[in-house]
């Protein structure tokens, strides 16, 4: 069982920055690949990003490339997403998620949701 807590949305302007977190928990964590996805209103959900623990290797939506970066910090069990340049097409609920299969970029192969957080970016 993977436990998973996003933070840091909030309500920013159109150009500013803003850095997710996600914390994780559970006892087999670590062979897991950690990924961020978000649902705008009135959309579906969608692949931001994913990172693996072992080489912090990751993977982008054409979307958020270039503008969006994702890390981890192994020893704080935290992923993190720093949002930069950010667009009003970027408000969503951003979720983070846990998958065994390395640079999945599909939801249904992810088996453990957070709770999601809200970023909202105003013109």
């Known amino acids: 069982q993977v436990q998973l807590v996003e933070s840091g949305g909030g309500l920013v302007q159109a150009g500013d920055s803003l850095k997710l977190s996600c914390a994780a928990s559970?006892?087999?964590?670590?062979?897991?690949?950690v990924g961020w996805f978000r649902r705008a209103p009135g959309s579906e959900r969608e692949f931001v990003a994913v990172?693996?623990?072992?080489?912090?290797?990751?993977t982008y939506a054409d979307a958020v490339k270039g503008r969006f970066t994702i890390s981890s910090e192994y020893a704080k069990n935290t992923v993190y997403l720093q949002m930069n340049s950010l667009k009003p097409e970027d408000t969503a609920v951003y979720y983070c998620?846990?998958?065994?299969?390395?640079?999945?970029?599909?939801?249904?192969?992810?088996?453990?949701w957070g709770q999601g957080t809200q970023v909202t970016v105003a013109t």
């Open positions: 998620a846990a998958t065994l299969r390395p640079g999945a970029t599909i939801s249904r192969f992810y088996d453990y």
């Open positions: 559970g006892r087999t964590f670590s062979r897991f690949a």
């Open positions: 990172t693996r623990w072992s080489d912090n290797s990751a």
